[in-house]
C-alpha cells in the first residue's frame, strides 16, 4: 500500500477533490446529517481554496483520498459564539474536511487534522478551531479525539454548528 502524502489543490485537480466532497456529501446523508446537502461546498468554493493556497489534498499513489482547507485568514462566522472560544489571539480554521469513501477508517481525518497543526505552528498560530452540524456526531467524536473542546454554537449559513478550538503546543 502506498504511503499517504499531503499536497496544495492544484487547480487542475479540483474535479478529483470534488468527488471526494461528493463521497463525503452521500455518506452525510446516509449518515442522517443534513450538512452539505443544500450543494455546500460548491466547486467555485474548492476552486477559491485552490487559488488562495488554503486548499489540501491527501494522496496515496496518485490518488487523491482526502481534502481539507487550513485557513489563517479568520473565519467572519466565528466573531459571535453563543459560548466562548480558548483564545482571543490568531487562530487558524479548518473545513471542508472530507475522506473518500475507499480511504474512511483508514485514519485519514488524522493525518488531515495533524497536517493543520503542522502548518499552524509554523506560521505561528497556537490555535485551530472548527465547526460542525449537530447532527454530524461521527465528525463531533473525531474533533474531540483529536484534543479539541467544546466552545458553543456559531451560526453558519447552513445553520447553526457546534464549535470547537484546541490550544497548540
Not at 499536497?7 to 452521500?26: G, N, P, S, W, Y
Not at 499513489?61 to 489571539?89: H, R
Not at 463531533?140 to 503546543?169: D, F, N, T
Request: aromatic fraction near 8%.
Amino acid at each position: 500500500m502506498a504511503e499517504m502524502q499531503m499536497e496544495r489543490l492544484r487547480l487542475k485537480r479540483v474535479d478529483e477533490a470534488m468527488e471526494i466532497i461528493e463521497q463525503a456529501r452521500t455518506f452525510l446523508r446516509e449518515s442522517g446529517s443534513t450538512q452539505w446537502q443544500k450543494g455546500y461546498p460548491f466547486r467555485e468554493t474548492l476552486v477559491a481554496d485552490a487559488k488562495a493556497q488554503t486548499g489540501w489534498v491527501l494522496v496515496q499513489g496518485d490518488a487523491i483520498i482526502g481534502y481539507v482547507c487550513i485557513d489563517f485568514a479568520g473565519e467572519p462566522v466565528y466573531d459571535v459564539i453563543d459560548g466562548a472560544w480558548l483564545t482571543s489571539g490568531p487562530y487558524g480554521t479548518i473545513h471542508r474536511m472530507a475522506i473518500g469513501t475507499a480511504a474512511r477508517g483508514k485514519g485519514c481525518s488524522r493525518a488531515l487534522f495533524e497536517q493543520a497543526e503542522q502548518l499552524a505552528l509554523e506560521e505561528g498560530i497556537q490555535s485551530l478551531r472548527i465547526d460542525t452540524a449537530e447532527a454530524n456526531s461521527i465528525m463531533q467524536h473525531l474533533i474531540e479525539q483529536m484534543g479539541y473542546r467544546y466552545c458553543g454554537i456559531v451560526q453558519h449559513s447552513e445553520g447553526p454548528r457546534l464549535a470547537y478550538e484546541k490550544l497548540l503546543h
